[in-house]
């Protein structure tokens, strides 16, 4: 038996949420190109932020790198710097 998560359907129920109750400045924390399903969560992310009609900012997000280190595996976090 396998399963797969709804990337899509979530990220936009979440969007959706934050933006009904008041949050204008929405961000995606843990954009790591070494994972697919983050990277398919991000793209997810920025479908619906089109689909509710929010600007897309590249600072607001923070790109993560995964390692292993020391016995364990771990995020290693860098927010992305908007020039301009």
């Known amino acids: ?9 979530g990220m936009d129920l979440v969007v959706s949420r934050l933006l009904s109750i008041g949050y204008k ?3 995606f924390f843990g ?3 070494e994972m697919t399903w ?3 969560r991000f793209g997810a992310f920025v479908e619906a932020m089109v689909r509710h009609g929010q600007e897309i900012r ?3 997000h923070c790109r993560c790198h995964f390692c292993r280190g020391a016995g364990r595996d771990r995020f290693l976090g860098k927010r992305i ?3 301009g």
């Not at 399963?3 to 899509?8: I, S």
Request: charged letters at 30%; aromatic letters at 4%.
């Open 81 to 83: 710097a908007c020039e």
């Open 25 to 27: 400045r929405l961000g």
């Open 1 to 9: 038996m396998s399963f797969r998560l709804d990337d899509r359907g």
């Open 38 to 40: 983050s990277c398919s």
């Open 58 to 60: 590249l600072c607001e």
């Open 31 to 33: 954009l790591c190109p």
